[in-house]
């Protein structure tokens, strides 16, 4: 007979080793984790509790996490799930790990740069320097604040003349 109380059959860490995979549903070159979307897991005898913060308010994306993890954790064996939704403190770009940015500029998005502290773009009167992640030329320039979804803006280098979405710091 298996043990149906959670906090015997499974340690946060195996949970956690679940979840860490789960692609970015707009970004699948990047995982919730890498994002820093994935913030706790916690387990009671009858429901494991994930703790996810949304990259900002509105994002479309969080439900698609929601829905993955719960199905993640569903095809584990796991069926009382619970999202807990945090909201503060406020995700930033500076959550989002070091080799999520390198996998971004590979797939083609420039990363975010200078972390939370560069928020140029947001207000366009700010200096922004962001590099074309094709060619890396630093002769770009902003198109759109909105790129192809609403925490990208649109860039075109003007060496390559690529245009290409850029991650904005939050």
Do not use: H
């Not at 095809?75 to 939704?85: A, P, S, T």
């Not at 198109?143 to 192809?148: A, D, L």
């Not at 990208?152 to 290409?164: I, Q």
């Amino acid at each position: 007979m298996v043990n149906e109380d959670y906090t015997i059959r499974y340690t946060k860490n195996q949970v956690w080793e679940f979840l860490k995979e789960i692609p970015d549903p707009e970004i699948p070159v990047i995982t919730i984790e890498e994002l820093g979307v994935l913030r706790d897991v916690e387990i009671t005898p009858t429901t494991i509790i994930v703790t996810i913060t949304p990259t900002y308010t509105g994002c479309p994306a969080m439900k698609m996490f929601e829905d993955d993890i719960v199905s993640t954790l569903k095809e584990k064996g796991i069926d009382n799930v619970q999202i807990k939704m945090v909201y503060s403190p406020a995700w930033t770009t500076d959550w989002m790990t070091k080799e999520a940015k390198e996998k971004l500029r590979e797939y083609g998005i420039a990363p975010p740069i200078d972390g939370t502290a560069d928020k140029g773009v947001l207000f366009a009167n700010g200096p922004k320097v962001v590099v074309c992640p094709r060619c890396k030329s630093k002769n770009t320039s902003l198109k759109s604040q909105f790129g192809s979804t609403a925490c990208k803006a649109l860039y075109t280098c003007d060496e390559c003349l690529e245009p290409f979405d850029y991650f904005k710091c939050i």
